[in-house]
């Protein structure tokens, strides 16, 4: 999950958790970057505002 609202973002991750889905916050694009070169996702969210 990438996206700079953080309260939204942590809602949607703890949901999708819920779901039983893994899922990783980010709040910036360098981390979400950093981070999926590290583990490379099988599906993104992401904010294009």
């Known amino acids: 999950m ?3 609202d ?11 958790r819920r779901r039983g889905h893994e899922a990783e916050l980010a709040t910036e694009a360098d981390a979400a970057l950093d981070h999926c070169r590290r583990l490379p ?3 993104v ?4 505002k």
């Not at 953080?6 to 999708?16: G, K, M, P, Y």
């Not at 969210?45 to 294009?48: A, E, K």
Request: no cysteine.
């Open 6 to 16: 953080l309260t939204f973002a942590e809602t949607l991750v703890r949901r999708l």
């Open 41 to 43: 996702p099988t599906r």
């Open 45 to 48: 969210i992401l904010d294009l």
């Open 2 to 4: 990438i996206d700079d």
